[in-house]
């Protein structure tokens, strides 16, 4: 893999400003550009045309998503871009049909994806901290966020035929977001991201952090 597109999901709106979302998009950037990426960057607070993000999908090997978790979903501004996008992908190298066929339409859901050999990961960032997913009797009844909130949109990139990556979720950044939290959470995000790209590539295992 030597493209990828970022797509940054922090939306401002309310209190919320996305500024974690753009210092963790920054990270992304520069981290790829240091494994000799070519890299593309789609802010979803700006005006887009949804054919050109599809061009985008298209140009890269490794989609990167960060974004923020709102209501336990992604922000309305991200859902537009994806709603908006994947549509113009239809029958535009994104995906081609649902994958079943009118003689047994009981089967092969999801199968008509023409994005095969593209692989993504995401990042989410919540205010929940991450003992709510993990112990007994907390709110997420010991659901992990990839196999809970964020079920479907993992089925979504599988629909259109992408391979999941192991992706990085940032907790408690409300109330317990200090400076030393973010470093630390920098350190660990950076060495997950090196690895990943290790993973894949074959590139030099990361230095221990």
């Known amino acids: 893999m030597k493209t ?3 797509i940054n999901g922090g939306q401002t ?4 400003g996305g500024l974690f979302n753009q210092t ?5 950037k520069e981290t790829l550009l240091k494994n000799d990426f070519d890299v593309r960057v789609t802010d979803i607070n700006d005006n887009f045309d949804a054919l050109a993000e599809v061009e985008n999908f298209k140009w890269a090997d490794l989609l990167i998503y960060h974004t923020p978790i709102w209501w336990f979903q992604v922000p309305n ?3 537009k871009y994806i709603d908006e996008v994947f549509t113009a992908g239809h029958l535009n190298g994104m995906y081609a049909s649902d994958g079943r066929s009118r003689l047994n339409p009981a089967i ?12 993504y990961m995401v990042t989410s960032s919540w205010n929940a901290p991450d003992t709510a997913f993990t112990l007994p009797g907390e709110f997420f009844d010991q ?3 990839d196999a809970g909130v964020l079920f479907g949109f993992h089925k ?4 259109v035929g992408m391979e999941r990556l192991n992706g990085f979720h940032f907790h408690d950044l409300e109330k317990n977001a200090t400076d030393e939290r973010i470093a630390n959470y920098h350190r660990e995000y950076i060495h997950h991201l090196q690895e990943v790209l290790a993973s894949e590539q074959q ?5 221990a952090c």
Do not use: C, D, E
């Not at 709106?13 to 919320?16: Q, V």
């Not at 963790?24 to 992304?28: G, I, K």
């Not at 590139?203 to 230095?207: G, I, M, S």
């Open 4 to 6: 990828a597109f970022i």
């Open 77 to 79: 501004r991200l859902k």
């Open 13 to 16: 709106f309310a209190h919320s």
């Open 108 to 119: 092969n859901y999801g199968t008509g994806g023409l994005m095969h050999g593209k692989k």
């Open 156 to 159: 979504m990139n599988q629909f």
């Open 143 to 145: 659901h992990t966020v």
């Open 203 to 207: 590139l030099p295992h990361p230095q």
């Open 24 to 28: 963790l998009t920054q990270w992304t």
